[in-house]
């Protein structure tokens, strides 16, 4: 069965399994419904496991994606001292090879 552990534009029909504590992906609503009566079954042993009711499954309609990447500036992409202070003093954080923002997106 192909899936994701997370959601793309192409993966968005999930189910929640809360025994493992986590999210499946899937490209179908069919593969899903597939996957979530198999997942309610196996909570069946010599009765019924009270984690079952926590179950659910649904469509993602977002995810979320990287913006305003910037990469650290390094001394060697300047042509004057001044030019990469001015770089430095700009960058968020020069701890960070990469500094980014994250937002929500329609899937």
Request: net charge negative; hydrophobic share 25%.
């Amino acid at each position: 069965m192909d899936f994701k552990n997370y959601p793309t534009k192409e993966f968005k029909y999930f189910v929640y399994d809360p025994e493992d504590n986590c999210t499946i992906f899937f490209k179908t609503e069919e593969a899903r419904d597939k996957c979530a009566e198999g997942l309610i079954s196996s909570y069946c042993n010599d009765g019924w496991c009270d984690l079952v009711e926590y179950i659910f499954s649904g469509i993602a309609t977002h995810g979320i994606v990287k913006f305003n990447e910037q990469k650290r500036p390094e001394p060697e992409d300047f042509e004057t001292e001044e030019e990469y202070e001015a770089a430095v003093d700009d960058y968020p954080d020069m701890g960070y090879e990469t500094c980014c923002e994250y937002k929500m997106e329609e899937l």
